[in-house]
């Protein structure tokens, strides 16, 4: 397989590479492709410098599968050129996922929604990924009503200015450029995205409606509270989840056991539950506090966490790149 990196040079694009490498896609050639200014670079996978190209030059190359994550407008602009040359692009940002004619796809989920047709597949947000994979075992064994989802997210999900900014407040630097408006360190900041009309940020809506898409289910109804906090490991999330029907807390926990990416960690005498700093660099999604919610019937609060550079971003998408490949449809 010949596979074209779309920004390979950033945070989530090197993330891409690695995963790439660890999880032995069958690659014969990257290609690094980033724009103008880190043309000529050097990136470096399985211990063999490769040259970072420009778009014409990747699509001239005929990759069997693109993943872009070079952001919203770039994908807009080429993504629809790679995939008339016969390219597949898999796609990490807002650009495609709620166009109607376009799969937005975690494969633990939806992944046999995909044909070959799909030419242009998005990845969802981070934040919805590791929700998704938690709510789904559930959802086909008692029918959630309702999600209230509170998110504690890294600052990696901003890119690597935001990471310079954390560790730079944290030695005590001036900070010429912060990626927030506010301080980060010592601080939690309830916005991350823009503010919408309706009060909610577009991170809060992005978690709602790419529910409802990937769940291929409109009567969930979810509300989110999205948060920025001084990590970099991973994304939490607090869920309380509404069922249609009764539970058992036993079948709940060994429904999230058999879930495919999913781990429980869940034994509070011994304070064994799911943090960022040991879900750092892992794939999977790590779910515990798994309780009943005694105000209200048939309704249960957890706690997940995962690498939101990983499961939240590249490992989502080279897991769609194995589907794909798995069925001969690259
Ligand atoms: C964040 N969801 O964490 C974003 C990244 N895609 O800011």
Known sequence: MKVAVVGATGLVGGE??????ERNFPVTEIIPVASEKSIGNKVSF???????VGFEDAIKMKPNVAIFSAGGGTSLALAPKFAEAGITVIDNSSAWRMDDTKKLVVPEVNASSLTPEDK??????CSTIQMVVVLKPLHDKYKIKRVVVSTYQSVTGSGKKAVDQLFGERAGKEIADPAYPHKIDLNVIPHIDVFLENGYTKEEMKMIKETNKIMEDDSIRVT???????????????LNIEFENDFDLDEVKSLLANMEGVVVQDDPANNVYPMPLNAHGKDETFVGRIRRDESQANTLNLWCVADNLRKGAATNTVQIAEYLNGKGMI
């Open 16 to 21: 891409i590479l690695k995963v790439l490498e």
């Open 46 to 52: 399985k211990g063999t410098e490769y040259t970072v």
């Open 120 to 125: 242009i597949i998005a990845n969802p947000n």
């Open 224 to 238: 989110a509270t999205t948060v920025r906090i001084p990590t970099v490991g991973g994304h939490s999330e607090s």
